[in-house]
């Protein structure tokens, strides 16, 4: 199963009200608010790379207040 880690940076003082959305996207299965150069750290997963693209570049990217996302795509080796 494809997994992703997304680090969201938001616009000030937006923090509470992007994880609250993010929550309700289908495939995030988890996620952190945390301090310093970013603002939510969020795991998400899919049943292949495209549901997991789709979750990402529609769903996480699409929630406003978020100004920068950086994206983590877990391998298995």
């Known amino acids: 199963m494809p997994v992703g880690f997304v680090l969201i940076t938001t616009e000030t003082g937006a923090e509470v009200r992007v ?7 289908t495939g995030v299965v988890g996620q ?3 301090f ?3 603002d939510l750290f969020v795991k998400v997963e899919a049943e292949d790379e495209g ?3 789709k979750c990402i570049v529609q769903g996480v990217r699409g929630v406003p207040g ?3 996302t950086r994206t983590l795509i877990g391998a298995e080796i």
Do not use: Y
Request: glycine share 6%; charged share 20%; net charge negative.
């Open 19 to 25: 994880h609250e959305a993010v929550s309700k996207i």
């Open 32 to 34: 952190w608010m945390i």
């Open 36 to 38: 310093g150069s970013h």
């Open 51 to 53: 549901e997991l693209t």
């Open 66 to 68: 978020i100004i920068e």
